[in-house]
């Protein structure tokens, strides 16, 4: 469990210095130069990804369960996290009409996959993960409102449409195969024979 949590507090707390300290950033941005903090900043996120990866695997073999979700939310899981690869998809190509309306598609996405796993898995990993996950989101969401961070305006529908597209095509893949090779879990045990 120590390798998890290090990991989840590298990874989120690189992650939270705009939440926490946005001057501080930036005089690190003017003293070392963008390039150069962007690339501490990755090292730490990577690092942070591995050690959060490894970790989970590690602890969520322990089988502390802290509650049994009833078939139904794991259902609604599964329909919340289409929603977030649509808010995925509309975060990664150019600005369409969704991408004005969700403001910060992004973050939108981390929510949603964050809430829907809490939906679907009662086990303490599951539980650090995406609890921590979450409260970030939100946290992060309520930083840029008051930072005033601009939303995109709104283009094309045309890139919603490729965004939906792209979003229900990957979306299957993970229902498929991608997530049990990914994360050595089926979302849909039926799948699994």
Known sequence: MTIFVLGIILFLGIHSVDIVAPAWRQRQVERMGEGTWKGIYSVFALVGFILLIWGYGIARNEGVVLYEPPVGLRHLSLLLMLFAFIALAVYAVPAGKLK??????????????????????????????????????????????????????????????????????????????????????????????
């Open 100 to 193: 004005a309306k969700l403001k910060h598609p992004m973050l939108v996405a981390v929510k949603l996959w964050a809430f829907a796993h809490l939906l679907a898995n009662g086990d303490l990993a599951s539980v650090l993960l995406f609890g921590t996950f979450l409260i970030w989101a939100v946290f992060d969401r309520i930083s840029v409102k008051r930072r005033h961070v601009p939303t995109p305006a709104a283009g094309p529908v045309k890139w919603d449409i490729i965004a939906i597209v792209v979003a229900v095509v990957f979306y299957l893949l993970f229902l498929w195969r991608l997530h049990y090779w990914l994360i050595g879990v089926y979302p849909l045990p039926q799948l699994a024979g």
